[in-house]
């Protein structure tokens, strides 16, 4: 009997508590996790902050949060790296993914638009052919926000992490 009754208390007290969270709304969050270091690190963005980011020619920006970034080094990871090992190029290591070679291209590839555009329909570096080395990555391989948050990704680093699209990488 006295067990129940026990019981019946250690359940009624667990049910008032969480009766009184909800009603004073205090939200219980599951412990965060450790920060990606390359994203906190070289990046410099941490998970509860965004970097703004150049999105077209016209100098508009675009906030992208810690986890769109996470996501887009997480598709470079799985899409890209095999050739653009820390921005550079390995087909041509003249032509790296640094912000300087991005800004050189012809049309420029320093945008979130331009880079998007490129993925899309790869040009070589003078915008005159088809780029057969860099796969086409078509909207039903990835989606525009997956794309994106690629371009993201490249653009930050090419702007902020060290030794990104250089030889020192």
Same mark, same amino acid.
């Given at each position: 009997?006295?067990?129940?009754?026990?019981?019946?208390?250690?359940?009624?007290?667990?049910?008032?508590?969480?009766?009184?969270?909800?009603?004073?709304?205090?939200?219980?969050?599951?412990?965060?996790?450790?920060?990606?270091?390359?994203?906190?690190?070289?990046?410099?963005?941490? @998970?509860?902050?965004?970097?703004?980011?150049?999105?077209?020619?016209? #100098?508009?920006?675009?906030?992208?949060?810690?986890?769109?970034?996470?996501? #887009?080094?997480?598709?470079?990871?799985?899409?890209?790296?095999?050739?653009?090992?820390?921005?550079?190029?390995?087909?041509? @290591?003249?032509?790296?993914?640094?912000?300087?070679?991005?800004?050189?291209?012809? @049309?420029?590839?320093?945008?979130?638009?331009?880079?998007?555009?490129?993925?899309?329909? @790869?040009?070589?570096?003078?915008?005159?052919?088809?780029?057969?080395?860099?796969?086409?990555?078509?909207?039903?391989?990835?989606?525009?926000?997956?794309?994106?948050?690629?371009?993201?990704?490249?653009?930050?680093?090419?702007?902020?992490?060290?030794?990104?699209?250089?030889?020192?990488?």
């Amino acid at each position: 009997m006295l067990q129940r009754l026990g019981r019946f208390f250690r359940l009624s007290l667990m049910g008032a508590a969480i009766a009184l969270t909800v009603a004073l709304g205090i939200a219980i969050a599951p412990a965060q996790a450790t920060p990606d270091p390359y994203i906190a690190q070289y990046l410099k963005v941490q @998970p509860d902050q965004s970097a703004d980011i150049k999105q077209n020619s016209i #100098g508009m920006t675009r906030a992208f949060n810690y986890a769109e970034l996470l996501r #887009g080094k997480e598709l470079f990871g799985k899409n890209c790296q095999s050739c653009h090992v820390g921005g550079s190029t390995l087909a041509s @290591p003249d032509l790296p993914l640094s912000l300087v070679a991005l800004q050189g291209a012809t @049309p420029p590839r320093d945008s979130i638009d331009a880079l998007v555009t490129y993925m899309r329909q @790869p040009l070589g570096y003078t915008g005159e052919d088809d780029n057969y080395g860099c796969r086409e990555i078509k909207e039903s391989w990835l989606n525009q926000n997956d794309v994106s948050a690629i371009a993201a990704f490249v653009l930050r680093a090419a702007s902020i992490a060290p030794g990104w699209g250089t030889k020192d990488f």
